[in-house]
Nanobody
Framework: VQLVESGGGLVQPGGSLRLSCEIS????????MGWFRQAPGKEREFVAA????????AYEDSVRGRFTISIDNAKDTVSLVMNSLKPEDTAVYYC???????????????????WGQGTEVTVSS
């Protein structure tokens, strides 16, 4: 299974970007898809996740209301639309795929089984 992100770049504060993650080589139905990010000098953090079935979605508090995750099951693509971007959103953004649910929780923060290589987002004037 391969995950390939695209859509990163340089954007001014207040601007928008759409990240995409193309999934290839899968022969199973994932449990959920997630987006994570890692800023320079910081640990990787959860951003957003969505059930493959569409039954639930989850967002990190600082992005809720600004970011939207979506899954196009037919095209095997996961998107992250980011609006009202702030300098603190600057990071490398990673797409991730989780195979199975945990026994008693959403499991949206991990662990994930497959990861992309990341796409860099810089928010700066």
């Amino acid at each position: 299974v391969q995950l390939v992100e695209s859509g990163g770049g340089l954007v001014q504060p207040g601007g928008s970007l759409r990240l995409s993650c193309e999934i290839s080589g899968r022969t199973f139905t994932p449990y959920c898809m997630g987006w994570f990010r890692q800023a320079p000098g910081k640990e990787r953090e959860f951003v957003a996740a969505k059930a493959w079935s569409g039954g639930w979605h989850a967002y990190e508090d600082s992005v809720r209301g600004r970011f939207t995750i979506s899954i196009d099951n037919a095209k095997d693509t996961v998107s992250l639309v980011m609006n009202s971007l702030k300098p603190e959103d600057t990071a490398v953004y990673y797409c991730a795929l989780r195979l199975s649910p945990p026994p008693d929780a959403l499991g949206h923060k991990g662990p994930y089984d497959y990861w992309g290589q990341g796409t860099e987002v810089t928010v700066s004037s």
